[in-house]
């Protein structure tokens, strides 16, 4: 369950986030011959999208905690035969870089952290002045199903529980804008947005969410193997249906200057 459903998990999610994720690149003044960072790059999607706007001349980093991801964006880079990408596993709170690309990006990575703030100062740290960061994060809270059940509901108890335990935040996104100005930035801009769906792969979200979670909780005994296998199953059978809906949760696209 673990290493395939969490790859399944990203892949889903990009499919997901990938058109709002370009609608938001768009909106920021990212030139050709830039020095860029994706900050927790996963499996490399968006670090290739922003390596085509930076263009031949320009260069992406990108980092990554989990090693498996590095390796399915390290092949990516390989079949696209792409120049001056350059990948690496390294732990992003021991991540330490000054004045060193002309933006950085990161998405979703927030809620996974205690100290997303610390994190936060060394982005602006780690831009050139004039350089900016864009950042995407999510609020849990706003992540919905139609009709009610109780699976879902269950699953969100079980996330927020998960984070209680691990002192992180899940309403960071909404809470972004406010960080950015705290860690020094200038000129920042937000916008919500958020997807809903009602077929499809991605409507999996949900029962994928709460595979990938099914380790932590049997270790943390927040759950049992028993319980969770019933939620599964439920949450399947919902997702299958065609009168059901599920939401992701809001989505918030955050960027702002080092000036």
């Not at 990212?30 to 706007?53: A, P, V």
Request: with cysteine; charged share 20%; hydrophobic share 35%.
């Amino acid at each position: 369950m673990g290493r395939a459903t969490s790859i399944k998990r990203s892949q889903i999610l990009s499919n997901i986030l990938t058109p709002s994720t370009r609608a938001f690149f768009r909106k920021v003044p990212i030139q050709k011959g830039m020095s860029g960072l994706d900050l927790g790059c996963g499996t490399g999607n968006n670090t290739l999208l922003l390596k085509t706007l930076v263009g031949s001349e320009g260069k992406m980093t990108g980092i990554d905690t989990n090693i498996d991801f590095i390796k399915i964006a390290a092949e990516k880079v390989l079949q696209n035969k792409l120049d001056q990408v350059d990948l690496s596993y390294q732990n992003i709170l021991e991540w330490n870089e000054k004045q060193t690309y002309d933006f950085v990006y990161k998405g979703f990575l927030f809620p996974q952290l205690s100290n997303s703030s610390t994190v936060l100062h060394q982005v602006y740290r780690s831009l050139r002045p004039g350089g900016f960061a864009m950042m995407e994060d999510l609020d849990f809270s706003q992540f919905h199903c139609f009709p009610n059940c109780y699976a879902f509901d269950r699953l969100i108890e079980l996330y927020m529980a998960i984070r209680l335990r691990q002192s992180t935040n899940t309403k960071n996104g909404k809470q972004l804008h406010s960080e950015f100005h705290n860690a020094g930035f200038e000129n920042i801009k937000v916008q919500q947005v958020g997807p809903s769906f009602l077929t499809g792969k991605n409507k999996q979200i949900a029962s994928l969410t709460l595979e990938q979670m099914v380790p932590i909780l049997i270790n943390k005994k927040l759950s049992t193997a028993t319980e969770l296998q019933v939620l599964i199953f439920e949450l399947k059978k919902f997702e299958e249906q065609k009168n059901t809906m599920i939401t992701m949760p809001g989505i918030y696209q955050v960027w702002g200057c080092r000036l």
